[in-house]
């Protein structure tokens, strides 16, 4: 009796380890809810092997939003040629509004986008 309680929580151990973590794509039709304070992140899709790379179009207003880091989470599995996640974490600063604008850059070294996503983020 106490190997199959073991192993049936070894098994429920393994799945939800198994079920959680993996990061969403971020809307940019729903406005971000931040408390003051507190991080977050915006996760756009990317293909890093495209040269193709997600740019801040527009200067932050850092009284509101602050960058923090960005980094690229691969789809799994990981295979040659397959997209993932561009992560962009933000610290939420003072109660308001701000906008943060991200542009989708081509690698021939143009400074104009060929898309932009705007992300709305109300900070209490």
């Not at 809307?27 to 408390?35: E, F, G, I, M, N």
């Not at 997600?54 to 989470?73: G, P």
């Amino acid at each position: 009796m106490r190997l199959f309680l073991f192993l049936l929580l070894g098994i429920l151990l393994l799945m939800v380890t198994a079920c959680g973590g993996r990061l969403a794509e971020t809307d940019p039709a729903v406005p971000l809810q931040v408390a003051a304070g507190k991080e977050f992140d915006i996760a756009i899709r990317a293909n890093i092997t495209t040269g193709y790379e997600w740019r801040l179009v527009s200067t932050l207003d850092e009284t509101a939003v602050r960058f923090v880091t960005k980094r690229y989470e691969p789809d799994k599995p990981i295979t040659t040629g397959s997209g993932g996640l561009d992560v962009w974490r933000f610290q939420a600063v003072s109660p308001g509004e701000s906008q943060i604008v991200l542009g989708h850059f081509p690698p021939d070294g143009r400074d104009v986008p060929e898309q932009i996503i705007t992300f709305t983020v109300n900070i209490q």
